[in-house]
């Protein structure tokens, strides 16, 4: 099992062409569109801007449209980027179209690969969905094509759990996250609440400080998904 890490979503992925890509955008996109899916969801449409995401909510009669720009929910849409909007009443059995700002550019820079969502919130989940698999590529979403400290050490810890498995990190993208890796839970949330982009969301309210709270915590969803 060989592992690389690409910290942002600047092409081209490293591994080979057939090798998993697992998607981490901890604030919030792939945590999110976990608990989407978890909630029953049906199925997830990345979109890489605002109008590709209103053409494809127009080619899916029923989608929700779905997103944010620098945080908030994207005026005209059905819902932002808060996992707390995802509930079953909402989206179970919807097309979600998605046009986050940064996790939307992660899943299109996979597309054509087995893509799955990982995320602190589903971690041991997506450890267990990856043992045997010959070769991982972690594409981190950072921010605006920048790596970002809370999906880094995702992808570290990631990669150390990993390793328990037969795992071996490729290249200085996958060693470098694997040494700042946090340690426990409560590093987890010092790191994710003590981010840029957490209290960036801490500062927008209440309301998002759930979210960046929720996204720091570690293996409440025991499911891992595809898109």
């Known amino acids: 099992m060989r592992i690389h890490v690409l910290p942002a979503p600047v092409g081209p992925l490293p591994g080979p062409s057939d090798a998993t890509a697992v ?3 901890v604030l919030r996109a792939t945590s999110t569109l976990t608990r989407a899916l978890a909630n029953g969801a049906a199925r997830v449409i990345e979109a890489a801007t605002v109008d590709e995401a209103i053409v494809l909510g127009q080619r899916h009669p029923g989608s929700l449209l779905c997103g944010e720009r620098e945080g908030r929910i994207i005026p005209g849409f059905d819902l ?3 996992p707390f909007e995802y509930t079953n009443e909402r989206v179970a059995g919807k097309t979600l179209v998605f046009a986050s700002t940064n996790g939307s ?13 990982a995320a602190f919130v589903n971690l041991s989940a997506v450890v267990e969905r990856l043992r045997g698999a010959p070769e ?6 950072g921010k605006l094509g920048e790596p970002s400290i809370e999906d ?6 990631l990669v150390r759990r990993l390793r328990d498995h037969g795992g071996e990190p490729v290249g200085e993208g996958a060693t470098q996250a694997e040494r700042d890796a946090p340690q426990d839970e ?9 981010s ?13 400080a759930s979210d960046v709270a929720w996204c720091a915590s570690l293996d409440v969803i025991d499911q891992v998904f595809e898109v």
Not at 152 to 157: E, M, R
């Open 136 to 141: 991982i590529v972690i594409v981190c979403s």
């Open 152 to 157: 880094t050490a995702c992808a570290g810890l």
């Open 105 to 117: 550019q992660a899943l299109r820079l996979a597309a054509g690969r087995t893509r799955i969502l």
């Open 23 to 25: 998607i981490i955008d």
């Open 186 to 194: 409560a590093a987890i949330r010092e790191v994710v609440e003590g």
């Open 80 to 82: 932002g980027n808060s």
């Open 196 to 208: 840029e982009h957490g209290r960036y969301l801490w500062s927008l309210g209440a309301e998002f």
